[in-house]
C-alpha cells in the first residue's frame, strides 16, 4: 500500500474572508484602506503611546476575529486530515480557526501567535482575550496585568516583533519534508513566511498556489488556481487526499 503525501497548507488572510474577517493587504484590505491602523498594531507605537493602546483595545473588542466561525476552506482541510492523509497548516493568521474547525492545535502552526490570548510585556504571564476585552467592555481603557501591573498585548507578532524562532524553526522543517505545498490565500510577500513556499520547491514538494492575486512565487508552482477559494481548496483537497 503507498504511502500517503505529506501535504503542507500554507494559509493566509484569504482563507478566512469567508468567515467575515477581512484582509490586510488585498485590493481592499486594511492596511490599504487605512495606514494608520498599522499603529495600532506596531509595537515600538503600542509600548510608547497609552492612546494608541486605548484604540488597539477598541480595535480588538470591535473586531470580528472571536465571533468569526470556520467556513468551507477550514472544514476541508480538517476532512483531509481526518481522511488519513498526514497534514501540518502553516498559518499567517491569528484568529484560530483552523482550531475552531476542529484541526488538532499539535497539527497546527500559527506563524504570527493568536489573538485569542494576551500576554504581558513585562511578566509574559498569558490569559484569555475574552477576560481582557469583558475589562474594556466595564470601563477599563487599557487593562493592565492582574500579575504585575504591566502592559498587556495581544498575543500576536506585532509589526517590529520577531517570530518565534521554536514555530518557525517547525515550520521549516515541514517545509523541507513536505511532498505537496499548499499556498492559499496569502500574497506570499510577507517574510520569512513566504519564503516556506520556495524553500518547499527547493527540496522537492510541488507547489500549489490557491490565490486571486499573482505571488512572486508564481514561477516557482506547479498548479494555481485563481478561483474562489471556499470551492477551490475543497475540490482540491479533496483530489489530493483521493
Not at 518557525?168 to 522543517?173: F, H, I, Q, R
Request: with cysteine.
Amino acid at each position: 500500500m503507498t504511502a500517503k503525501p505529506l501535504v503542507a497548507i500554507l494559509s493566509g488572510a484569504g482563507i478566512s474572508t469567508d468567515s467575515g474577517i477581512p484582509d490586510y493587504r488585498g485590493p481592499n484590505g486594511l492596511w490599504r484602506r487605512d495606514p494608520e491602523a498599522e499603529k495600532l498594531v506596531t509595537y515600538t507605537y503600542y509600548m510608547s503611546d497609552p492612546e494608541i493602546r486605548r484604540r488597539s483595545w477598541l480595535m480588538r473588542r470591535d473586531a470580528p476575529t472571536l465571533r468569526a466561525r470556520p467556513n468551507a476552506a477550514h472544514e476541508a482541510v480538517v476532512r483531509l486530515e481526518r481522511s488519513g492523509t498526514p497534514v501540518r497548516v502553516i498559518t499567517q493568521n491569528v484568529d484560530g480557526l483552523h482550531q475552531l474547525a476542529g484541526l488538532p492545535d499539535r497539527k497546527v502552526l500559527e506563524l504570527h501567535g493568536t489573538a485569542r490570548a494576551v500576554v504581558c510585556t513585562g511578566c509574559h504571564a498569558r490569559s484569555d482575550m475574552a477576560e481582557a476585552l469583558a475589562r474594556v467592555t466595564a470601563g477599563e481603557p487599557d487593562p493592565a496585568c492582574t500579575a504585575c501591573g504591566g502592559i498587556l498585548k495581544s498575543a500576536t507578532v506585532m509589526f517590529g516583533e520577531g517570530l518565534d524562532p521554536e514555530v518557525l524553526g517547525e515550520a521549516v522543517l515541514v517545509a523541507k519534508a513536505c511532498d505537496v505545498f499548499v499556498a492559499v490565500g496569502t500574497s506570499l510577500m510577507v517574510q520569512p513566511a513566504a519564503s516556506l513556499a520556495g524553500l518547499a520547491a527547493d527540496h522537492g514538494a510541488r507547489l500549489i498556489i490557491v490565490n486571486a492575486e499573482p505571488t512572486p512565487y508564481d514561477d516557482r508552482a506547479d498548479e494555481i488556481i485563481r478561483d474562489p477559494i471556499g470551492t477551490a481548496l475543497p475540490a482540491l483537497l479533496e483530489r489530493l487526499g483521493a
